[in-house]
């Protein structure tokens, strides 16, 4: 049998500049907020994937009050098909493969270095499921 001495090493990750790409949704994942004042509010975990390299980003929508306008500009950024007032249920199902231009910047928190979704692009070009070339 393989032996193995663990060294609790780390990935190292890989940090795209700032600036503008498209991400595909490859993972989405239910759960439950436990910020201070979005504790309780249902979220969805999303991975992304960026066209070409591979890369991978992650962004978490919380259904909470105020950060509604997070998830309106997801939904018109993803092609999302709403009209001001419609509910609407966002899915895993219904997520995984959509993708949309974002802007990304690079955030260090405790001298690590992440990507991190500065804004979700609403007025760039929307793509079609099978459009999808990755």
């Not at 199902?93 to 992440?114: P, Q």
């Amino acid at each position: 049998m393989p032996k193995h001495t663990f060294t609790n090493s780390q990935p190292i990750p890989v940090i795209l500049e700032d600036g503008d790409y498209i991400l595909k949704v490859v993972e989405v994942v239910d759960g439950i907020s436990k910020g201070a004042k979005t504790s309780g509010a249902e979220q969805l975990e999303i991975k992304f994937e960026e066209d070409g390299t591979g890369k991978t980003v992650y962004e978490t929508l919380i259904f909470h009050p105020s950060l509604a306008w997070k998830i309106d500009c997801f939904v018109q950024c993803f092609g999302i098909e709403a009209k001001e007032g419609e509910d609407i249920e966002l899915d895993a199902e219904a997520l995984e493969g959509r993708k949309g231009w974002v802007a990304l910047k690079i955030e260090t928190h405790n001298d690590k270095k992440r990507n991190r979704i500065a804004m979700f692009y609403t007025d760039r070009e929307k793509f079609e499921q099978d459009e999808i070339p990755f």
